[in-house]
């Protein structure tokens, strides 16, 4: 069987084309979605309250150790009593890196300890709720 | 609210009368603002740091100076407006990127917005001998105090109106990124001009939401990754693919060597390449290396100041020699570097070299037919940064299994994006094989003959030979890359 030659032109071109397309689509879903369903969760859970912003940093925090730490127990922050921007921005930025996507809830007590021997400064420690 | 919306209308009122003037178009200078009204606030900043004062002292009257000379570029008419920038074309470039944009409402809470640009804001707006002795401080050796000041600039700028307020930063320092990312778009829509005009808009689209592809939730978020990528690659992309007018792109490369460290990098970089594409006349790429020389003479005075790089600190020489000499130490580190990189979108980046090898080894005509330049200068840019990243992980001060987790997803965005590029002008041109396969010339009524159909904005002179006269035209001389702006189909 032989292929003419515009017929061979287009489907070299409808490979590349099919291949690019994946190769975006894969990066959308990669990125551009992901942001934007992080974004409808801010839009829905609201960002006045500090309260709202710590429980759904939490959230994070409990998918980054959904690996380590039993399911079956409930989440505690050991911190300061004025939960101040700096703890704030620690445990966010802790929360986001490789973040695991969690099956089932996970339980454990997170504490934040300012001895010094974190990158920044403090310390985070995960312990299983007795 | 109000303070987010008076600090975003601050940045956008100071860099629109530049912008516009730069593009001739109301919208796409619109969208340009904040990075030129960026480009003032930096300068503003130097001056402050090298002369004395405050920010706004400087601001003001440079503002007002900028205006002079944007009423002046218009008045004389110095440059055509900005082709393939029409309406349709501009919501092409900003209605997909809406959605994954709304990131920008989490909480402004992330590290390194806070430890290095908004803390270093905060400096500016304090006096310049407040703001000299935190460059040099050592508590804030840990904030990179050698960054370059656009975004602080910037951000202080929305500030000094809208007062203090972190989701202002938040919002100015998105509004910065998104207009890079926009002007990404524009930069892959003029690169394809001369393929299918839906082609092109619907590559121009995909090219901007793949800035997201790395590290996406960091995007709006403060960081400014994608900010100097997104403007260095859209300088790049105009510089090596394009023919038109140069001061876009070097301001675009500007504002990259002037966010962060790597974007001087990556613009000295793009300066390297367009100089050896056009050796024949080096003076032809001088004005390239501005931006090299703007980032560099902020390196000179934050040096000056006592600010110092992260990475030369604590031995940084020392490691530069075990590069050198192959040390066993540095191949473990670059074992670990280049898998971390493989698996942060490393396999990206091989789909579309494998894209670009099928495609200049079987689509090459195509592509000379519709105008887009060679993809090697593309490459050679992605390689030599790469080359750069890997180096940069090898003389890091830091462990690396705490150095590569935090930073991989992010210093990969420029590789991202670059082949993401890249992959567009081969799937334009794989758009345009597949409608017209015969390379044969076409009857005279497809010619260039007449004069140039704009798709939507007014008529550009049309520079280059007749689209199919030279069919098998050389890719690696620019001065031989056909030009067909305004002569799309519809």
Known sequence: ?130 | MTAVLVALATVVVIGWPLAFALTGRVLLGTLLAPLTAGLVAAVSAVLMIVVGGRLVFWLVPLALASFVVAFVVHRRQLGPSAPHAGPVDVAFFTVPLLAPAIDVLQSPISWDSHAIYWTRAGAFTQDSAFVRYHLGDVVYRYSHTDYPPLVPASVATGWATGGVDFFSAQFVTTALTLSAIVMLAYAVRVATAGGPVWASRVAASAVALGVWTGAPLVLAAGYTDHLWTAAAVAGGLLLLLGSGPRALPVLLLTVAALTKNEGLIAAGIVAVVVTARTWRAPLRAAPVWVPVGAGVLWSVVGRVFHAESDLLANGGGERIVQVLTVHPTMRFRFDQTVDAMWSAGGKLVAVAAVVAVVGALLLRPYRTRIGIGADWPLWAVLVLFGGALVFTYLISPHRLTWHLPTSIDRTMVPLLVLASASAACWAVTAVEAFLRPSLSPPPATVTDDGPAVPDDGPAVPDDGPARFEVPRQRESSESTVPTTRGAERP
Do not use: K
Request: proline share 5%.
């Open chain 1, 1 to 130: 069987m032989t292929f003419s030659r515009p017929l061979r032109v287009r489907l070299v071109a409808a490979a590349l084309i099919v291949l690019c397309a994946g190769m975006f689509l894969y990066g959308v879903r990669r990125g551009a979605y992901q942001a934007t369903r992080d974004g409808l969760q801010y839009v829905s859970i609201g960002n006045s309250d500090n309260r709202v912003v710590i429980r759904y940093r939490v959230d994070q925090i409990r998918e980054e150790f959904a690996d380590r730490i039993p399911a079956g127990s409930r989440i505690r922050i050991v911190a300061p009593s004025e939960f101040g921007t700096f703890w704030h921005i620690w445990l966010s930025e802790f929360a986001t890196m490789n973040s695991v996507r969690v099956a089932e809830p996970a339980e454990f007590t997170v504490a934040v300890i300012e001895d010094g021997s974190g990158p920044h400064g403090v310390r985070l420690v995960v312990e299983r709720v007795p």
